[in-house]
């Protein structure tokens, strides 16, 4: 019988310790599909910062490399430059990458650092309680937002990829889903061409990709994937903003 569903390689025989219903352990899955399917598993080194993912180093069989909180983007850098050969890509949340690390994604960015960023969205701090993050949503309540997010008192969010794709060394950049089949596998499909793009040597590649919290959102699995649908994608449009017609 053939084989038509199985672990990728390049994913670790290791149970995620996410919780039930976040959506880590799909984007994991399809990057590990990337690498096997691009056969670069054995070239990659894939840069872990702080946050709900700050372990992943125990999942991917590529190699990795612990970051502080929100210096990933540095650190893939020097490590992209002392290993030009390599394939180096960052994997962040939005309050590692959109808060602490501002300055080093829009820095790597605006330099054209040839690394991929794989950018989680979940518009909350998820690992240190619920915080509210640079992403959270207008009317959002977080254990910092008790009232909702206010403009007036706390800012509106930032949209990640609209300001990174107005810097001239960023070459790809696209923002994708998670909530249904469908957009998992547009997913995997702008995860794929943001490797790609790193390895044809253009440039400074992104994909945001919106993912759910169901225990900091209060909200079952089921629940939290309509809260993707009806909230976050009315703010944070599906769809490339940069290099959709790339030849890679």
């Given at each position: ?164 794709s107005s810097l001239e060394g960023a070459v790809y950049i696209e923002r994708v889903s998670t909530h249904d089949i469908k957009n998992i596998m547009n997913a995997k499909k702008a995860i794929k061409k943001a490797f790609q793009v790193q390895m044809a040597n253009l440039g400074f590649s992104l994909v945001e990709v919106l993912s759910s919290c169901p225990t900091n959102w209060g909200l079952n699995p089921v ?26």
């Amino acid at each position: 019988m053939a084989t038509v569903f199985k672990k990728p390689h390049a994913l670790k025989d290791k149970p995620l310790h996410y919780c039930p219903g976040c959506t880590h352990g799909i984007i994991h899955r399809l990057i590990a599909e990337v690498l096997d399917e691009l056969g670069i598993e054995g070239k990659t080194i894939g840069i872990s910062p702080v946050g709900c993912a700050y372990n992943n180093y125990e999942y991917f069989n590529c190699d990795m490399v612990q970051a502080a909180h929100g210096r990933a983007p540095a650190v893939a850098t020097g490590v992209k430059r002392v290993n030009p050969d390599n394939v180096v890509f960052t994997y962040q949340g939005d309050g590692d990458l959109a808060a602490i690390g501002t300055a080093e994604i829009v820095h790597a960015a605006t330099r054209g650092e040839k690394i991929t960023t794989i950018f989680v969205n979940n518009t909350i701090y998820g690992m240190t309680s619920g915080q509210m993050a640079p992403t959270t949503l207008l009317g959002q309540i977080t254990t910092t937002s008790p009232f909702g997010r206010k403009p007036e008192m706390h800012g509106y969010p930032i949209k990640v990829c609209e300001m990174l794709s107005s810097l001239e060394g960023a070459v790809y950049i696209e923002r994708v889903s998670t909530h249904d089949i469908k957009n998992i596998m547009n997913a995997k499909k702008a995860i794929k061409k943001a490797f790609q793009v790193q390895m044809a040597n253009l440039g400074f590649s992104l994909v945001e990709v919106l993912s759910s919290c169901p225990t900091n959102w209060g909200l079952n699995p089921v629940e939290s994937l309509q809260r993707i649908k009806d909230e976050m994608v009315p703010f944070y449009p599906l769809g490339n903003f940069k290099g959709k017609d790339l030849e890679v």
